[in-house]
């Protein structure tokens, strides 16, 4: 018997059949369809727009399609889709509204978070007048689409620049050509940014001027999309209970030290800095200068430096832990929460009666059950009493879909520690 074909003759717009586990995923509006999960896919081609149905042929929305992903179906609509193009233009403009009613003071924020704005494989950060994007589905490569994203992000923010910034390991997983990071549009790669304090709507006053914390930023340098623009919100809670002598471990290039610096809600006498990475230090001093001051930055193993110090007796008044994922997959769960566990622990030794803990998880896969349990074992292992002042996650720029747990990753605990 020949093998019958999912391409429609009618409209001859690839689709594909899913299992019944599939179609349960999608009732429970989670976005994502494995592999697995797909009972039938003949001739799709890499990157196509899917009609999406059930085994007997319901209709349940338009997807993205990924040949090589496990991730095979990302949903797009729960509608037909006539225009992909169209579609991400008219979603990149509600994503960029939705920011204007929530966004303030700062002109550093994520305009798009892939899922959780119902672009798939779409991440678009702007630091001032320089937008950095990520693509990382097949679909969301096509050139067509990547037209429409540049041409919507041209009209609707004017942007300086627009860089693009890969990461190879998932344009590997994806299949998609290798390419590099770089300037796609504009003259303009590297700009200086303000947080927590410079307005970008509304006249400016002297007050958003003197209080807003500037930073560098360059689009094609440094980790990630550059900067943490999750940790935005955490940065100025942190600094309304940071007082004392103060140590920001994992530092990267000083988001939550030059807040303790030089907010005006924290009360720090010292701030010290503590990363790896020496080119994150350098640029963490130069944001420092320019900011008018100096801290100081040490180049070292957080683990080692914490295990010296807490041996050599140092105190602190307040810790900031905001360390890389330690979870990178489900399999490193119990080592990751070893390692949590360790850097918390030395920590709350560390700090004085009344001390503020400030710790930070972005590994996906440590729920905040798991880690407020581990902070609780290092609690009773050091002798000490844990109040939560704030149980907080990512910025609301950075949007949890809540039906995809996936984009919920980032959980910051900022807790006074007594004896
Ligand atoms: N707090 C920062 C972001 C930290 S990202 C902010 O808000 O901007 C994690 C940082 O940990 C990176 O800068 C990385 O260089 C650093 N890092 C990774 N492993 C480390 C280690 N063992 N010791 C010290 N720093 C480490």
Known sequence: MPKKRAVSAKNAEPSVKLSARGVARLQGRHPWVYRSDVAEANDVPPGS?????????????????SSSSQIAIRMISHGSVADLPA???????AAIAYRK????????????????????????????????????????????????????????????????????????????????????????????????????TGPKTPDDETSAIRFH???????????FLDQLENDAAAAQYAHG??????????????????????????????????PA????????LLNGRELEWIEANAFDLLREYAGAGRRYDTIVLDPPAFAKTKRDLEKALGGYKELNLRAM???????????????????????????????????????????????KDHPI?????????????????SN
């Open 101 to 200: 009613e929530l966004v303030s003071n700062t002109d550093a924020y994520r305009i798009v978070f892939s899922e959780a704005d119902f672009l798939p494989g779409l991440i678009v950060d702007r630091c001032n007048d320089v937008l950095t994007l990520q693509i990382l589905t097949q679909a969301m490569n096509a050139a067509p689409v990547r037209e429409a994203i540049l041409r919507t992000l041209c009209d609707e923010l004017q942007p300086a620049g627009i860089v693009e910034r890969v990461d190879p390991r998932i344009r590997e997983l994806e299949q998609l050509p290798p390419a590099q990071s770089g300037l796609l549009w504009g003259q303009k790669s590297s700009t200086v940014f303000s947080m927590n304090g410079g307005k970008t």
């Open 217 to 227: 930023y360059d689009g094609v340098e440094g980790q990630k999309t550059g900067a």
């Open 349 to 395: 030794k560390m700090l004085r009666p009344g001390g503020i803990l400030v710790t930070c998880s972005c590994s996906f896969h440590v729920s905040t059950a798991d880690f407020l349990k581990v902070l609780a074992a290092a609690a009773q292992d050091a002798h000490k009493s844990l109040r939560v002042l704030e149980n907080r996650g990512a910025a």
């Open 87 to 93: 579609l991400v233009a008219e979603r990149i403009r």
């Open 49 to 65: 727009v899917v009609r999406v149905h059930d085994l007997r042929g319901k209709f349940l929305g338009t997807a993205l399609y």
């Open 281 to 288: 230090l350098e640029m963490a001093e130069k944001n420092a």
């Open 245 to 278: 002598e103060a140590l920001d471990a994992f530092c990267y290039q000083g988001g939550f030290a030059l807040h303790l610096a030089l907010h005006p809600a924290a009360k720090c006498s010292s701030v010290t800095g503590v990363d790896s990475s020496r």
């Open 401 to 417: 879909l809540l039906n995809a747990p996936e984009t919920s990753y980032l959980k910051c605990l900022i807790l006074s520690v």
